[in-house]
């Protein structure tokens, strides 16, 4: 079996831990590096939360990389307010045995993607885009060579979660995304409109409990912690989990409801900057930029996932 080669962009993030351990799982996916980058807490946390989530799926041996603290242009918005203080509040996970690397993330970046061959390796935003949008803008040749960006972030029919219209990791760092959506990369994007279509349940969270491995155990804990925001909006104990969708997406794009549309970042109006503006019926006439995901099928992709974790330590 070719294993699809993949770089991790992260800001851990309850929902990134179960990305990166989904992915982890995952025997067809070969998880390159996982970089950092200041989002839902400061870097030094995400960072450090980067390598206790590799050290927690026994893979130490994966290459944690800090990028960029803050965005291109606007001032660094956290949210504590969701993830707790440490990012991933509501677990014990293992102190790291392996150090951060040296690199900057956007060196890592450009040099492993100049290196690759070209259409290698794909690129998994699962924050502020900043780290990417750097890399191309200090190396433009790189974009040729990534196989697809894959993305959480945006949202259109939902609205916001960050604000009425911007959506949380695109709103920390539009102009970034904007780079990287008007960059001509092959695009794939995980909103909020399709993340919401797959939540988790108290019962399947005790499936994953069930598993008895430590991996499994930290997981369903920091998941109970999670689950305790956003009780104002939605109507059962479910809650989606956002960030694992993209590793879904890559292990079986079928469970997704995809179409081709363009989209474009507002960077221009205070009231809705970060907006990802989705053209669904194509009335502009502009170059479908993005394959853009509206639904998910949520039981298979809860059966998948509870599979992968199986395999983790």
Known sequence: ????????????????????????????????????????????????NALQIA??????????????????????????????????????????????????????????????????????????MTNLGMAMVMEPRIIPRIREVVLMGGGFFEGGN????????????????????????????????????????????????????RSAIEAANMADFYRQYGSHKFPTEARPIHDACVTGYLLAPELYEQKQCNVTIELMSPETIGMTVVDWWHVTGRRKNCNVLRRIDADGFFALMLERFGNLP
């Not at 102190?95 to 690397?101: A, C, D, G, I, S």
């Not at 970034?176 to 797959?198: E, Q, R």
């Open 1 to 48: 079996m070719s294993q699809r080669k993949i770089i991790i962009d992260t800001d851990p993030g309850q929902d990134d831990a179960f990305a990166i351990l989904f992915a982890l799982g995952s025997p067809e996916l070969d998880v390159v590096a996982l970089t950092t980058v200041g989002g839902n807490v400061p870097l030094a946390l995400t960072s450090r």
């Open 55 to 128: 050290e927690l799926a026994g893979r130490s041996d994966v290459p944690v990389y800090a990028g960029c603290s803050r965005p291109m242009v606007k001032a660094l918005k956290t949210a504590e307010y969701v993830h707790g203080p440490t990012g991933i509040d509501g677990c014990v996970l293992p102190e790291p045995t392996k150090p951060l690397q040296d690199k900057h993330a956007v060196n890592f970046l450009v040099d492993t993607l100049m290196e690759a061959p070209e259409g290698e390796i794909t690129v998994c935003t699962l924050g502020p």
């Open 162 to 213: 960050a604000t009425p219209a911007a959506e949380f990791n695109i709103w920390v760092d539009p102009h970034a995304a904007a780079v990287v959506f008007d960059s001509g990369v092959p695009v794939t994007m995980a909103g909020i409109d399709c993340t919401y279509t797959a939540q988790m349940t108290p019962e399947w969270l005790q499936q994953l409990r069930a598993l008895g491995t």
